[in-house]
């Protein structure tokens, strides 16, 4: 797993190992970005169903719940599949175009 923090937010990115390994090393690696926006890149992951991203909802539950962003990016997944609560966009740059628009929603208070 690779860590790159921007400025307050964090892209963890997946390399070639099983999602369900990448979660259970996200989640021990918490202290490093839970004050971040978390964007996970799965762009490594060509073969992925929206159901498995279902894995992640409880970690962006917590994540958000603190007033941080959270993004999924991949562009393997049918996005009209993925859980309403799941933020899913193919691209990193769209990925922090929603952490942009979070922050500002989160400045005016709306």
Not at 31 to 37: E, V
Not at 41 to 60: M, Q, R
Not at 71 to 77: D, G, L, P
């Amino acid at each position: 797993m690779i860590f790159d923090k921007q400025g307050n937010t964090t892209v963890a990115t997946q390399e070639a190992v099983s999602l369900a390994t990448f979660l259970s090393r996200l989640n021990e690696s918490q202290a490093k970005w839970k004050n971040d926006n978390l964007i996970i890149n799965l762009l490594s992951i060509t073969k992925i169903e929206a159901g498995d991203l279902l894995e992640l909802l409880p970690l962006h539950n917590k994540h958000t719940e603190g007033k941080k962003s959270f993004v999924i990016v991949s562009n393997a997944v049918n996005f009209n599949d993925v859980h309403n609560d799941l933020i899913v966009v193919p691209t990193l740059k769209e990925a922090f175009d929603i952490i942009e628009m979070d922050e500002i929603e989160r400045d005016l208070d709306l």
